[in-house]
């Protein structure tokens, strides 16, 4: 009788320690399957979250001189982007610039273009064809009759390169969208950095290079803070 007692509370814990490690088994499964699950999940928000802009991280967000450059590089058909003449055309859309398809043939871009009384941000042109004068202003203000001067300058380029008058264009970027305080303001066109990062913007699915695109839309973010800023 003790032997058959014996036998039964064996077979008993050997069926206790077999559930035992099943349900061990079990839980450690759930637990590996809850943690690989956890661990994705945090990885897709950490990168949904990540608050990174390349301007904003070398301090140059609200530099002019490299908002120029880059929006000249945008505008250059045959800078590297591989683009064409995309942005240009947004451009020339953006601020009513009457231009025919035959004026884009092959224009230059230049920066930093000095003329005899003044230095503009961006000058675009085209022999015969077009001139623009391009003057980004983010938070400095026009210099001492500033406005004008350059306009002097976009009339006498104007005229060395067979540009008839009604083409030759006068742009003012600013966050706002303002007119030159510096000058006679019926002689500039203007166009805020608000509509400028909202046309750009809708390019972006247009855009075929993945390099250029993530280049466009770090730029975009860091100058849309101009105008958020901004009542």
Not at 93 to 108: G, I, M, N, V
Not at 126 to 143: C, D, R, S, T, W
Request: charged share 25%.
């Amino acid at each position: 009788m003790a032997s058959s007692s014996l036998d039964a509370m064996c077979s008993f814990m050997a069926a206790f320690r077999a559930l035992r490690d099943e349900k061990r088994a079990d839980r450690l499964a759930s637990m590996k399957g809850f943690l690989s699950t956890f661990e994705e999940t945090h990885r897709r928000i950490w990168r949904t979250k990540v608050d990174f802009n390349l301007f904003n991280l070398l301090g140059i967000q609200t530099d002019e001189v490299r908002h120029s450059a880059l929006l000249a590089w945008l505008l250059a058909p045959k800078s590297g982007h591989g683009q064409g003449d995309l942005f240009m055309r947004v451009f020339i859309e953006l601020c009513s610039l009457d231009l025919a398809d035959a004026a884009l043939d092959r224009y230059t871009v230049r920066t930093e273009f000095a003329g005899e009384e003044s230095i503009v941000d961006v000058m675009v042109s085209a022999h015969a064809q077009f001139v623009i004068y391009i003057e980004n202003k983010v938070l400095a203000a026009e210099g001492p009759d500033q406005a004008d001067r350059e306009l002097r300058d976009l009339r006498r380029l104007g005229a060395a390169l067979s540009v008839p008058r009604r083409r030759q264009y006068a742009v003012l970027l600013t966050p706002q969208g303002r007119r030159p305080t510096s000058g006679d303001p019926t002689r500039w066109r203007t166009l805020s950095y608000r509509d400028l990062t909202a046309a750009f913007t809708k390019t972006l699915p247009s855009v075929t290079s993945l390099r250029v695109r993530m280049v466009l839309e770090q730029w975009l973010d860091a100058v849309s803070g101009f105008w958020r800023s901004t009542p």
